[in-house]
């Protein structure tokens, strides 16, 4: 609750004890050939170096998208019911770290207190949301009406290992509802969070492993976007969850159309823009808010 003041004082010790992090790429074995490259990461909003990233080579994408691949059958043979325990273990973590995590935030990806705290209880949605589903929709077959002396069942499972690239503006949210979304219906996940924004994605990383998810199930690489594109196009590629510009998202239906076998699926909400609209009837104390509000919230 923001309006207390013993909490505005606890969130700022934090941030005035914040120290600088590291984040590197979490994948299931020591990869061969050369690392990527090593970076500082610099805070949006005074330019203060927040971190530092190892990235991914991404010659190593097609090695990393197997070994997800290698994962998948036992993730997905482990059933609705037993996935949703995990998520639901991941969202107790993401609410006992939330001051942890509103730091962060701001740090890096420099966003306001108000929508640190939605962010994260959003993200606690979609574990919530989703572990539901996964145990209500991937347990035992169903049977479907059908004649005499016929049997129909429906039996939901996964498809094999989903690619999920996240945007720089809800590094936390949007990242975690693309992974738990593909985790609960029984897919391994390669997450590609963005560039912007590795030490957020590495921190929630670290809670969903605590929280139980096999580390070869769920990998976390990190890069800009030419280890997106090499991840796409690794041949097991079964899925693709993608948030983003328009632009990427052509890039992407086109490449996994060019696949030999079953078509990947895509998944993709793409970019826009806010539009405002005043007329001379505005009061103008409302509309400086309103464009403050726009300006510096998401």
Known sequence: DLTQMTVQNRLAELDA?????KAASLVARKLKGQPGVTRQIYSPTDAAIVGAV????PKRAEEVVAIGQAAFP???KLGGSKRAVHLNKFADLLEAEMEDFI??????????LGDNVAEIREAVDFCRFYAAQAAREFGAPDT??????EVNTLTLSGRGTFICISPWNFPLAIFIGQVVAA????NSVV???????PLVAHRAAELLYKAGVPKDVFQLTLGAGELGAALVSAPAVAGVCFTGSTEVAKKINMTLAAKDGPIPMLIAETGGLNGMFVDTTALKEQIMDDVTDSAFNA
């Not at 004890?17 to 992090?21: E, I, L, S, V």
């Not at 479907?144 to 002396?149: M, T, V, Y």
């Not at 997450?191 to 924004?197: H, I, L, R, S, Y």
């Open 17 to 21: 004890k914040y120290k600088p992090r």
């Open 54 to 57: 190892s990235e991914l080579n």
């Open 74 to 76: 036992q993730w997905n």
């Open 103 to 112: 730091t962060l935030l701001s740090k890096e990806a420099g966003k306001c």
């Open 144 to 149: 479907l009406p059908g004649p005499a002396g």
């Open 183 to 186: 985790l609960a219906a029984g």
């Open 191 to 197: 997450a590609k969070p963005a560039e912007q924004t």
